[in-house]
Nanobody, 126 residues
Framework: QVQLAESGGGLVQAGGSLRLSCAASGGTFSAYNLGWFRQAPGKEREFVARISWFGGRTYYADSVKGRFTISRDNAKNTLYLQMNSLKPEDTAVYYC???????????????????WGQGTQVTVSS
């Protein structure tokens, strides 16, 4: 069982930067695929970025590509999301998520992930 805890959210002006962290405990961190999702008020939870358990391959939503960077530090059991050039439309609660490697699943959907953090609020003012 993996426990996840996000931190680093806050209020920032458009064009600014934030770095989110997700600390993991209770499992073999390096064995998990990890992702960031976000949910704005009245909207469904959406994929932001993910990083594979093997090889650290990264994947991004088109809306954040070139602005956000996902990374992981297996020695520290921590997942990161560096967010630059933030826009008001990036405002949402950001969640980290984890799952073991699975066959024939879509890693871009929330339903694939088994473990979730409590979320951290990111607000971008215009």
């Amino acid at each position: 069982q993996v426990q996840l805890a996000e931190s680093g959210g806050g209020l920032v002006q458009a064009g600014g930067s934030l770095r989110l962290s997700c600390a993991a405990s209770g499992g073999t961190f390096s064995a998990y695929n990890l992702g960031w999702f976000r949910q704005a008020p009245g909207k469904e939870r959406e994929f932001v970025a993910r990083i594979s358990w093997f090889g650290g391959r990264t994947y991004y939503a088109d809306s954040v590509k070139g602005r956000f960077t996902i990374s992981r530090d297996n020695a520290k059991n921590t997942l990161y999301l560096q967010m630059n050039s933030l826009k008001p439309e990036d405002t949402a609660v950001y969640y980290c998520a984890a799952c073991r490697n699975k066959i024939g699943v879509d890693y871009y959907t929330p339903e694939t992930y088994d473990y979730w953090g409590q979320g951290t609020q990111v607000t971008v003012s215009s």
